[in-house]
């Protein structure tokens, strides 16, 4: 069994900076990727940010050149750190990761951007 435990959530102005934080455990043993989804109120889950067992990344591009993903291969451990941020990036986000072709989802932390 996997665990996914997020933590960085938080209420943050505009142009303010958050970094999510997102620590698997249990049954780890060769993760393949990790990455972030985010779900706004009334809208479906979308794809925010990926990184690959390799490093490589990729994007949506209404979070390029501002969020920045990481990992931490020796903690299981990935980062979200984001900058600039817009009150359109108010979601609930959720880590992943990706193990032998199965998917494993964190509980979701709570992103408010606002004056």
């Known amino acids: 069994q996997v665990q996914l435990m997020e933590s960085g959530g938080g209420l943050v102005q505009p142009g303010g900076s958050l970094r999510l934080s997102c620590a698997a455990s249990g049954s780890i043993f060769s993760i393949n990727a990790m990455g972030w989804y985010r779900q706004a109120p009334g809208k479906q889950r979308e794809f925010v940010a990926l990184?690959?067992?390799?490093?490589?990344?990729n994007y949506a591009d209404s979070v390029k050149g501002r969020f920045t993903i990481s990992r931490d291969s020796a903690k299981n451990t990935e980062y979200l750190q984001m900058n600039s941020l817009k009150p359109e990036d108010t979601a609930v986000y959720y880590c992943?990761?990706?193990?032998?072709?199965?998917?494993?989802w964190g509980q979701g932390t709570q992103v408010t951007v606002s004056s």
């Open positions: 990184i690959t067992s390799l490093g490589g990344t």
């Open positions: 992943y990761i990706r193990q032998n072709r199965v998917d494993y």
